[in-house]
């Protein structure tokens, strides 16, 4: 079964900081795409960014990138010079072809400080 | 503009009764989702389409049933048989390709009376 986990519930930077916010994946499948969705206080679901299983080269968009590490099933998120605005709850999410499930974690809430 | 509608945003249900959650969706997706969302177990699957007349369970089917006749729309009936029907429901629509991003609906937040 595709299980995701998110092993902190809640995380708290300051702003103008950098925060890593912690994923892992379980599946047998060989291609199969990883995402970080953002949900702020509005409920609606938005795309944070995205990595394919075969690229090696870790994605990044703009403040936000991610450290995958495929062997040990690992997909992290940073997010550098942190904003008031990246205070939200942030899922992890993974999807294989084979099954078109779309399986999210738990999600980490975090909040940004002054 | 092309985009995912989800009616009521509130709803309230007597114990007992079925309501139904109406997801409709302009973006010529083939994926369809349901999911359900409660504090601290993120989003969890309760119904998945990948084509009409065609859906799956997902990891929480009980209780709950769907309907996908037409490309556009994918209601969910929350039944009398679902003991625990207070939550916020997203339901979701994806493209071809397994890189496309799944976009979300505003949700449905039901609520037992």
């Known amino acids: 079964a595709q299980t995701v986990t998110q092993s902190q519930p809640e995380m708290s930077v300051q702003e103008a900081e950098t925060v890593t916010l912690s994923c892992t994946y379980d599946t047998s499948e060989s291609d199969y795409y990883l995402f970080w969705y953002k949900q702020p206080p509005s409920r609606q679901m938005i795309l944070v960014i995205r990595?394919?299983?075969?690229?090696?080269q870790n994605a990044t968009e703009n403040r936000f990138s991610v450290n995958f590490q495929k062997a040990a099933k690992s997909f992290s998120l940073k997010i550098s010079d942190s904003q008031l605005g990246d205070a939200a709850m942030y899922f992890c999410?993974?999807?294989?072809?084979?099954?078109?499930?779309?399986?999210f974690g738990t999600g980490t809430r975090l909040q940004v400080t002054l | 503009d092309g985009g995912i509608t989800q009616s009521p945003k509130y709803l309230f249900r007597k114990e007992g009764q079925n309501v139904t959650l109406s997801c409709e969706q302009n973006?010529?997706?083939?994926?369809m989702y349901w999911y359900r969302q409660d504090p601290g177990q993120g989003l969890r699957l309760i119904y998945y389409?990948?084509?009409?007349?065609?859906?799956q369970k997902g990891d929480i089917a009980e209780g709950y049933s769907v309907s996908r006749e037409k490309k556009e729309s994918f209601p969910l009936t929350v039944t009398s048989a679902q003991k625990n029907p207070t939550a916020f429901y997203l339901c979701a629509s994806i493209g071809r390709g397994l890189d496309t991003e799944a976009f979300f609906g505003q949700g449905t937040r039901l609520t037992v009376v």
């Open positions: 389409s990948q084509i009409v007349n065609d859906f």
């Open positions: 999410a993974y999807r294989t072809g084979t099954a078109s499930k779309l399986t």
């Open positions: 990595q394919e299983a075969y690229k090696q």
């Open positions: 973006l010529n997706h083939d994926a």
